[in-house]
């Protein structure tokens, strides 16, 4: 079983930055993904971005490139999202996720772990 704790939500204005923790405990795997979903209301939860722990390659959903980061420390079990140049469309519950690398790393199907999800204000 695998346990995630995020951390670093809150309000911010348009154009700052702030960045999201997600902790992990319990059994890790050798071959897994990380990744990071958001969820607006009245939208689906839609895929963010997507890390692998072995070599660390990232995936980025279109609307964030350029401007979020994903990067994980396998020393602190902990994967981070840092998000620039934040917009008010960027407003949502984020969510964290884990699960085997399926291959599939944008489908919230090939996640078998959540976190509780924290939400991200951003004002204009």
């Known amino acids: 079983q695998v346990q995630l704790v995020e951390s670093g939500g809150g309000l911010v204005q348009a154009g700052g930055s702030l960045r999201l923790s997600c902790a992990a405990s319990g059994r890790t795997f050798s071959r897994s993904v990380m990744g990071w979903f958001r969820q607006a209301p009245g939208k689906e939860r839609e895929f963010v971005a997507s890390i692998r722990w072995s070599g660390g390659s990232t995936l980025y959903a279109d609307s964030v490139k350029g401007r979020f980061t994903i990067s994980r420390d396998s020393a602190k079990n902990t994967v981070y999202l840092q998000m620039n140049s934040l917009k008010p469309e960027d407003t949502a519950i984020y969510y964290c996720?884990?699960?085997?690398?399926?291959?599939?790393?944008?489908?919230?199907?090939?996640?078998?772990?959540w976190g509780q999800g924290t939400q991200v204000t951003v004002s204009s």
């Open positions: 996720a884990a699960g085997l690398d399926r291959g599939w790393v944008g489908s919230v199907v090939s996640y078998d772990y």
